[in-house]
């Protein structure tokens, strides 16, 4: 079944650091890949997701390139804020015979000033 | 465009009580999902319903259970409730079924708290 290996944290990092969260999955076919982020007392929101190899997605400075030859989707940001501290989630969509999204453990991010 | 909704965003109740929490998705979605969130976890999936019926449940006690009514809107039910059972609660909703490749949207969560 499907499987997703997430970095984990907590990762502190100082204001306009470069950011990286690392995620690699394990799934058949070639899935859509998500990133989704939880701030503090709320629920999830989609950060950004890739539909297919190669495929970079974006969201509010963060990127995410999909690597299928390295079964990666690594979270970057170059310059980092107080605002981005959240728990941030990799994902995977229902693989065959699941209903269900595969999430990663989480990383937490602390921002400071 | 409303999000998706949930209610109560809080919740307490006694080790023993049963608890309805409740979800309204997205507009035009037809698929909701459940899922469990413990403080410093990631989400665990409950159930999922396409279309009012039940399309996958996830490994949780039959204390858990679900419906999904002609609105799409959709009650998640637990009985005799255990202090385990504290925790955040999500509701996702999603425009297709189960095997669609699509992203979830989740609201803000219920948050239930057992004494």
């Known amino acids: 079944g499907n499987s997703v290996t997430q970095m984990e944290g907590p990762v502190t990092l100082s204001e306009e650091a470069f950011l990286t969260i690392n995620c690699t999955y394990t799934?058949?076919?070639?899935?859509?890949l998500f990133w989704y982020v939880q701030y503090p007392g709320e629920g999830l929101q989609l950060l950004l997701k890739?539909?297919?190899?190669?495929d970079k997605g974006s969201n509010k400075g963060f990127e995410a390139t999909y690597r299928k030859e390295t079964t990666s989707f690594h979270l970057e940001k170059g310059s980092v804020q107080v605002s981005d501290s959240a728990v941030y989630f990799c994902?995977?969509?229902?693989?065959?015979?699941?209903?269900?999204?595969?999430f990663g453990k989480g990383t937490k991010l602390s921002v400071i000033p | 465009d409303a999000g998706v909704t949930q209610s109560p965003t809080h919740l307490i109740k006694t080790r023993g009580q049963h608890v309805t929490l409740r979800c309204s998705p997205i507009?035009?979605?037809?698929?909701v999902s459940w899922y469990q969130q413990v403080l410093g976890q990631g989400p665990q999936f409950i159930f999922q319903?396409?279309?009012?019926?039940?399309?996958g449940r996830g490994n949780f006690p039959d204390r858990f259970s679900a419906r999904q009514f002609p609105n799409y809107s959709s009650e998640l039910n637990v009985n005799a409730l255990l202090l385990g059972d504290s925790a955040l609660y999500l509701c996702?909703?999603?425009?297709?079924?189960?095997?669609?490749?699509?992203?979830?949207?989740f609201g803000q969560g219920t948050r239930l708290t057992v004494v």
């Open positions: 996702a909703s999603s425009l297709g079924g189960a095997r669609v490749n699509t992203e979830a949207f």
């Open positions: 799934a058949t076919g070639y899935p859509s």
């Open positions: 890739a539909t297919k190899a190669d």
């Open positions: 994902a995977l969509p229902p693989g065959a015979g699941s209903y269900q999204l595969t």
């Open positions: 507009s035009g979605h037809k698929s």
């Open positions: 319903y396409y279309e009012k019926e039940e399309r």
